[in-house]
């Protein structure tokens, strides 16, 4: 299936916002964490606590509406991607890849509200992704869907741990020059991070929905947070918050130089 002719203009500058904006947020989870994990200042949180943090800065409130225009942008791309398979990619790679982005849209949805809400000053006083899943959790058949998701978390962390170690990276860059060549190196790093981080919460949520314990429920902060409580948790912390913000500068350059494909 094509997109509409009339559509494409604006496809590659949304991707590329979104690119930028999602950049952005982990480099900004990944430095706070290594700085914390130095004992330079900073904290440990996810997602979430990156946007807190973006409203907490001069002008604020402007800088948040970026935010949500910039997410809500990356999910109506990763939309596109998982409705028309814009990659023209078949198999259970394809499909496996469309599943992530449907992910993604849930995900980068929820913090332009975030955004949203902390710019009109509510305070964003919602229970976020982890109480959404607790929620889930206690409904009917919610403990099968929630450990159906556990697994292909942890099944996506797998693949992005495939993708690091090979250099077969989603998302692909035009050209072969310095910025390229760095963009794909410390991209490799960034997936890495991400790989490890994505099948710890989907750990979590599958024991969530074996034991029937919301509380087991982790967040990307929560999880960077048991990180650093392991034994020399505060190096491997500063590794995993270094590959976040390595995976936040790749995205920069897939804004900038990735090859967007607009059916």
């Known amino acids: ?57 001069p002008f604020g409130k402007v800088l948040l509406i970026a935010a949500a225009i910039g997410l809500a942008a990356h999910a109506v791309w990763r939309l596109l991607q998982a409705t028309l398979n814009l990659e023209r990619e078949g198999g259970a790679k394809g499909a496996f890849k469309r599943i992530g982005y449907v992910f993604s849209v849930l995900a980068h949805g929820a913090l332009a509200g975030l955004a949203v809400q902390l710019a009109a000053g509510q305070g964003g006083g919602g229970r976020g992704a982890k109480g959404l899943v607790a929620q889930v959790l206690s409904a009917p058949l919610g ?82 947070r048991e990180i650093a409580s392991q034994p020399q948790g505060h190096l491997m912390l500063v590794g995993v918050a270094a590959g976040l913000a ?12 990735a090859r967007i494909a607009d059916g």
């Not at 004992?39 to 807190?52: D, L, T």
């Open 1 to 57: 299936m094509e997109m509409p002719r009339l559509a494409r203009p604006w496809v590659a500058p949304l991707a590329r916002i979104g690119y930028a904006t999602k950049g952005v947020v982990h480099f900004l989870v990944g430095s706070l964490a290594v700085l914390a994990a130095l004992g330079r200042g900073g904290n440990v949180s996810g997602n979430e606590g990156a946007i807190r943090t973006i409203g907490e800065q």
């Open 143 to 224: 403990e099968m869907l929630v450990g159906v998701v556990g697994a292909v978390l942890v099944g996506y962390g797998i693949f992005q741990l495939y993708a690091a170690a090979t250099g077969r990276l989603p998302e692909r860059l035009e050209g072969n020059r310095g910025p390229q060549v760095w963009g794909v190196r410390i991209g490799r790093l960034g997936l890495a991070a991400r790989g490890i981080v994505f099948g710890i919460i989907g750990y979590h949520l599958m024991k969530a929905a074996i034991d029937s314990r919301p509380g087991e429920i982790k967040d990307m902060g929560a999880v960077l």
């Open 246 to 257: 390595a995976y936040g500068l790749y995205m920069l350059v897939c804004a900038r130089y």
